[in-house]
């Protein structure tokens, strides 16, 4: 066990080295204006930048936020590793990998949503599967903690919701299985949980909503998402009625059919608020937008379905081109006044350097590869539900099936909300398939108990010894 600690702590700190005092692209930025100031907008989700206010009130910047991040994430694979027991030693070249890789060295440090929801993702399952095996009061704080991290993973991410509903089915699996509960007291468990979950999110969001900047971050961002569909569609077939533009916003459909359609990208809507004639039409404030946009959804399934499918293969698939951004690394920001308000200065030293460049070392291979991650974590949640098909019980499984399927789920979203494909949107499937992984190799094989005597052998075995 002593391996284990040291190879968790060797990568914590080297994490620690390569990522404090954090590394921040332009959204990074303005979240840790929005903190600092305690005015809030909801085109991120308020909940990262209030964090980074909390940190950043005991320590200027996002030091401490990335402190309190990577040791999050490491404790999670120490929970892993620990997951089923005392682990094999097998496991320990495991954990090195996954320690030394891009996503624990080097994103780990960056100030990302993406990698807060990840990192609450596998503490929540792996709390619930040390739930599974503790008592008493014991067992009270390793839910107490699961429910905390499945309430940031909600809050922050927009689709974190998937998180607590995956951790409600393997919070009801491990409990039945168990034989804790019956299935009907566990159903109720689950219920109350994520209703509690949903109270704490309506209660944060009206708080926020309080504390508003005044800028419509969400309604802008769904109205961006229709334009960029439309103009994926009219790529397609030109000809697509707008008949709701056409008859209330002639000039948003002369946008969407002349400027929009022939530069759309499927790889990211960056770029479309530069085009001739976005600053005076976007966001656009129109309802007939959304009239079209759900005639497009509702009369032409097939056409919607095309244009989101070649914008979520980008997402998934990680092309190498300059609109998909890999990483970011130094403090990367043209607003001087938002950079001002954040407590900040632009950086790029020699370390961000060398940050940056032992990412794009592994560009190219599966290690940075949503697509092979993704081979991975089908292989193991197939043995993991073979385990299990076999009488395995074991809370460990249960956690390690109840991610990987809320890992699934969160990437299924992008297939309807996908608007770019940056490498960190999909950073909870790597996170995932490393974990399950991690615990699959440190756990022992399940051993199935041996079966009950027939009946006849147990007859026979009953009978009067013959020297009695």
Known sequence: MAAFCAVLTLGWLAALAAGVPGHFSVDSVSQLA?????????????LMAWLLGLTDRVTPGAALFVV??????FLSLLGWILADGRPRARALLVLALVAASPQALVFQGVVWKDIVFADAALAAFVAFAHAGRADGVGRGSWLAAGFVCCVVAALVRQTGFVVPVAAAGVYVAIEVRGRRRTLTRALAGAGVGLLAVGIIAVLSHAAFAARSDGRPGAAAQLAMLRVYDLAGALRLEPDLPLRALHARAPALERFERVVAAPAWKANTIDGLDDLPGAARLLPPRTAALEADWWSLVIRHPWRYARVRAQVFWMTLATPDSADCPLVSVGIQSRDRAELARAGLRPRLNRRDQWDEEYVWDFWGTPVLSHLAWAILALSLIGLDFRDVAKGDCRPGVFAAIGLLAAAFAYVGTFFLASLACDYRYL????LAAMAALVRRMAAKPFQPQAAFPTTA?????SLPHPTR
């Open 68 to 73: 309190a991040d990577v040791t999050v994430f």
């Open 427 to 430: 950073y909870l499937l790597d």
């Open 34 to 46: 929005q903190g600092r100031t305690g005015r809030f907008d909801d085109w991120h989700p308020p």
């Open 457 to 461: 052998v147990a007859r026979l075995s």
